[in-house]
């Protein structure tokens, strides 16, 4: 059975900064992305890495955000710096079995946590 379990939401300044976590449970090798999904709007790319730690990051968050993960720890996770309110979403984390990739659509992920708020006020 596979489990995506987010957490490091929260509300924070803009300027400021927050990390998020997934760890994840029933996967062998696998990329995983960071999408969020602000009310109204769809789901959007945020970053992903694969397996061996290649990233592809969204163009709005570039330079400001890092994804990375353990494999040892099974976990992933997205340092996020100098926030803005336009970064205010639930960030969800996902999993691709298509380790070698980086998959930049929702439809190619297989597996979803469920997702945890972070709110950005000005």
């Known amino acids: 059975q596979v489990q995506l379990v987010e957490s490091g939401g929260g509300l924070v300044q803009a300027g400021g900064s927050l990390r998020l976590s997934c760890g994840a449970s029933?996967?062998?090798?696998?990329?995983m992305g960071w999408f969020r999904q602000a009310p109204g709007k769809e789901r959007e790319f945020v970053a992903g890495?694969?397996?061996?730690?290649?990233?592809n990051y969204a163009d709005a968050v570039k330079g400001r955000f890092t994804i990375s993960r353990d494999n040892a720890k099974s976990s992933v996770y997205l340092q996020m710096n100098t926030l803005k309110p336009e970064d205010t979403a639930v960030y969800y984390c996902?999993?691709?079995?298509?380790?070698?990739?980086?998959?930049?659509?929702?439809?190619?992920?297989?597996?979803w946590g469920q997702g945890t708020q972070v709110t950005v006020s000005s």
């Open positions: 890495i694969s397996w061996s730690g290649n990233t």
């Open positions: 996902a999993a691709d079995p298509r380790s070698f990739r980086v998959a930049v659509t929702a439809r190619n992920y297989d597996y």
């Open positions: 029933g996967l062998s090798r696998y990329a």
